[in-house]
């Protein structure tokens, strides 16, 4: 054995030992026992697979080499890809969700250090190390919009990048570059990279997860394959749909081994080394996975079509289980080209026309060449991204398409690339045009998307619902004070002053209280500091008794994006038995004494 071979063999079994000391002093509370040892461990145990991955095993080559152009195409692609997502984060999507205020508040443990552990999980069951990653950019930017979606912006241009290194190594430049050049504009991903969720690194984990699959695959090395196992086992800290690549790279290994066995006897030690690579990075979430089971399956079993969503169904309109899982799957295929989608990306299909008709395209090259490996690989992907969907409730739920994204830029470029080579094929005169035909329609597709989601798409704020709209304006309110005033919330029965987290991510010093009934005349609270009376629409009957009991204030209306209300805020500054309008005395940050 040569000394190459025994460093790739005792690297892995050191990150493997270093990553089981990691979790061993990590432990399975809020705070580690002992976090350099964790952290460091962990850390190390990465670095000796990165060091595994640079060590080339005797007789093999390390396969092509990126050129000058291949360096300066994906730069330009991370440029374009963070150009689209950076500006403008806190002001499109207009609305911080609740959900990104909750990924705030579970980041913000970390900052004021109620827990220190990035290897067990928070809210919604999701891994701890994608908050202790947002609560870096807490720190520097403070308690913003920004700070919680400025990392899945960065991770948004990274995925394009890989796009590009995977439709590349898969299928030549051409295909990479047109992928990447529409992943870095397609609305769905754009949208998905400036939300500070963590759906958007499923797209980066499994385009590089297939990248070092398919380049270790094509040229027999083991490097990459390293890499490719580091990527999957890292993307498990995160959304829960990368967990499906899995089970494409088990039905993609059933399928050839059927018609290639000797290429994967060839490849059988590096794709030990994958799932390897995988355990040492997964190992110390995995361990606590061990302990507390029901957190692995929380992900999945709060979105299984079977635990809620059928019953519902069966029990609200009468139909057998089998015919909602025949619209549970033709809702999932089609939200990709016709049906809009639901949720987090609501109003409007997967892939816009222009894109939908080239993406169909794609799907019959796909079809056409299955057989061959990288065409299979890629229409495993998305089968299974899509069938992802059919069995998570209320399908098209746009936060499952993500995992295909990458998948349907690759495909669209194939089905673009395929239609330029048949037209110059039939036509002399565009003999040796085909790039530039392929590039002036991609061109057009993507100009048709960048104007749909920046001007259509942002202007017409479908993104969200009213409560949070509500949430998001009376933050925006209060937060521009250091101490802001105490809050009377006359609001609806399913929406209180505490109701959403986004009042308690953006505005933390905010305190106030629900007047949940009618007032019945001109209450008795006496007032100490400056105090808000906030009325939704349907409660601007209390107005009266409050101006009333309170005279003296300031009434603002504040509206919503839409011709619509969103509440009315009347402020008074109490002095002895008066009250004065705001602006007249200073704001002493009184609180209400009852």
């Keep these: ?115 220190d552990n990035p290897f067990t999980v928070s809210w919604f069951s999701f891994p701890t190390l994608f908050f202790l990653l947002e609560s870096l950019s807490i720190r520097v930017l403070g308690r913003s919009v920004e700070s919680l979606r400025v990392l899945p912006a960065c991770v948004g241009a990274l995925a394009v990048v890989a796009t590009y290194g995977l439709g590349r190594e898969m299928f030549g430049r051409r295909v990479g570059l047109l992928a990447g050049l529409y992943l870095s ?8 990279s400036r939300l500070g969720l963590n759906n958007v690194f499923d797209s980066l984990s499994i385009a590089i997860f297939s990248w070092g699959l398919w380049r270790g695959w094509k040229t027999g090395t083991r490097g990459p394959v390293l890499i490719s196992g580091l990527a999957l086992g890292l993307g498990l800290y995160f959304y829960a749909t ?24 060839d490849n059988a030690s590096a794709l030990a080394g994958l799932l390897a690579a995988a355990a040492i990075a997964f190992l110390p979430l995995g361990i606590y996975y061990l ?5 692995f399956l929380a992900p999945l079993s709060r979105a299984s079509v079977f635990s809620v969503w059928i019953p519902v169904m069966q029990q609200r309109f009468g139909d057998p289980a089998w015919w909602i899982m025949v619209e549970q799957l033709a809702n999932a295929l089609l939200g990709v080209v016709v049906v809009d989608l639901r949720e987090l990306y609501a109003g409007q299909p997967l ?115 009213y ?10 309110y209060l937060a521009r004070e250091p101490n802001p005033p105490y809050v009377y919330f006359f609001g609806l029965p399913r929406m209180g002053f505490r109701t959403l987290d986004t ?35 349907h409660r601007l009957e209390d107005v009266g008794w409050i101006v009333q009991r309170y005279p003296g204030g300031e009434m603002q209306l504040r509206y919503g994006r839409g011709p619509y209300t969103l509440f009315a805020v009347y402020r008074v500054e109490p002095v002895g038995d008066s009250w004065l309008g705001t602006g007249e005395l200073p704001n002493r940050g009184g609180r209400r004494n009852q």
């Design 185 to 192: 504009a397609m609305p769905f991903h754009v949208h998905f």
């Design 467 to 476: 409560h949070v709209e509500v949430a998001t304006a009376l933050a925006e």
């Design 291 to 295: 302990w507390q089971p029901a957190e």
């Design 351 to 465: 892939l816009l026309a222009p894109a939908a008709a080239a993406f169909m395209l794609g799907v019959t090259v796909l079809g056409r060449r299955w057989r061959q490996p990288q065409y299979l690989w890629v229409a495993l992907w998305l089968a299974t991204a899509l069938g992802i969907v059919a069995l998570s409730t209320n399908a098209p739920t746009s936060q499952r398409y993500i995992l295909a994204t990458p998948a349907a830029a690759i495909t669209l470029a194939l089905g673009l690339d395929q239609a330029s080579s048949w037209l110059t094929g039939r036509n002399l005169r565009l003999h040796g045009r085909t790039a530039v035909i392929a590039g002036a329609a991609l061109a057009g597709i993507v100009g048709y998307d960048l104007y749909f989601y920046f001007q259509v798409y942002a202007r017409e704020q479908r993104f969200g619902d």
């Design 1 to 115: 054995m040569s000394s190459s071979t025994r460093r790739l063999a005792a690297l892995p079994a050191l990150g493997l030992g270093l990553s089981l000391a990691a979790a061993l002093a990590a432990g399975t509370g809020l705070r580690m026992r002992q976090p350099v040892i964790a952290v460091g461990g962990w850390l190390a145990a990465l670095a000796a697979v990165l060091l595994a991955a640079r060590t080339r095993r005797d007789g093999h080559q390390e396969g092509e080499r990126w050129k000058a152009s291949d360096w300066l195409a994906a730069a330009s692609l991370l440029a374009l890809g963070l150009l689209l997502r950076l500006p403008d984060l806190a002001g499109n999507p207009w609305i911080h969700s609740d959900n990104e205020a909750s990924v705030g508040l579970a980041a913000v443990d970390f900052v004021s250090g109620v827990r």
């Design 242 to 265: 990368i967990r499906a690549a899995v089970l494409v790279l088990g039905l993609w290994l059933v399928a050839v081994w059927r018609s290639q066995r000797e290429s994967l006897r």
């Design 503 to 537: 009042m308690a991510y953006l505005v933390p010093k905010a305190d106030g209280e629900d007047i949940e009934q009618p007032l019945q005349g001109p209450p008795d609270w006496t007032l100490n500091g400056s105090s808000v009376f906030v009325f939704m629409p």
